[in-house]
Every structure is written in structure tokens, then in C-alpha cells.
């Protein structure tokens, strides 16, 4: 059975409220898709998706990894952004220049021209994962 197209017929890229997008437009291109996908799998080579668990133990049900200067990572003690995959002991593998050159685009059309990604969080949702409403307010380097 084939999954429903989560957005349905949105395709138009919306402005959801002063400081959210939701650009759909941007990721159709079937080519583009497979491009980022490759790069995925290289990068989830180098530093494997893992679930990480909260400072309150519990372990997460959406797999994580992350490329770039930083990566973001969890333990029981805090979130927090590090220069290296705490599980493999070495540094984040490089970001692709084809995400720098997404998240600069998605930047410029939000209003932040200057803008130069560090870090990108990848997330894979398997069935059943979740991830609930929050905010990212506390992490640190």
C-alpha cells in the first residue's frame, strides 16, 4: 500500500505566520530528491541514525544524525550541539554543499539573506515514530 501524499495537493508555498514557511515547491523534482537521498545514506555511513534518548532517559522514537560543523545530540544529562558524533568519537561528516545551498534558498525566501547553515539535523521517521510539539530553546555547544 502506497503512502498518501502528506500535503495533498499543496503546492504553493504558503506563509504560515510571521517568522514559518512551508515551501512544498521546492522539493518535487524527482532528480533533486534522489540527489539528497544519496547524500543521506552517506552521511547515516559515516555517523549512523541512532535513537537518542531525553535527559529524562526515555528513548526516542525518531532516528537522528547530523552533518555539518555541529550535530545535535542527546543524553540523560542534556540536549546540546557537539563538533564531534559522541558514538564514533570522530567529527560530523561535511555537510553536502547541495544542502547548504537548500537551507541558504529557504533562508533568503524567509527574509534572512545572510544566513550560513552550520549544522543540519536529519531525521528519519520509520512507522509509529513521533516527534511532539516543542521548541528548541535549550540546547548549547
Given at each position: 500500500m502506497m503512502q498518501p501524499d502528506l500535503f495533498g495537493a499543496a503546492r504553493d508555498d504558503m506563509v504560515l505566520s510571521t517568522s514559518a514557511l512551508?515551501?512544498?515547491?521546492?522539493?518535487?523534482?524527482?532528480?533533486?530528491?534522489?540527489?539528497?537521498?544519496?547524500?543521506i545514506r552517506t552521511i547515516?555511513?559515516?555517523?549512523?541514525f541512532r535513537h537518542m534518548l531525553t535527559p529524562g532517559g526515555r528513548r526516542m522514537s525518531v532516528a537522528m544524525t547530523s552533518?555539518?560543523?555541529f550535530g545535535w545530540t542527546s543524553s540523560r544529562m542534556r540536549y546540546r550541539y557537539t563538533s564531534?558524533?559522541?558514538?564514533?568519537?570522530?567529527?560530523?561528516?561535511?555537510?553536502?554543499?547541495?544542502f547548504c545551498e537548500l537551507a541558504r534558498e529557504?533562508?533568503?525566501?524567509?527574509g534572512f539573506v545572510?544566513?550560513?547553515p552550520d549544522t543540519c539535523l536529519v531525521n528519519r521517521y520509520a512507522p509509529g515514530a513521533r516527534?511532539?510539539?516543542?521548541?528548541d530553546l535549550d540546547e548549547g555547544i
Open positions: 512551508f515551501l512544498p515547491s521546492r522539493f518535487y523534482c524527482a532528480a533533486e530528491v534522489a540527489t539528497l537521498l544519496a547524500h547515516a555511513t559515516c555517523s549512523p552533518c555539518g560543523r564531534f558524533d559522541p558514538d564514533t568519537g570522530q567529527a560530523w561528516p561535511q555537510m553536502p554543499s547541495v529557504a533562508a533568503t525566501r524567509a545572510d544566513f550560513l516527534l511532539s510539539l516543542h521548541q
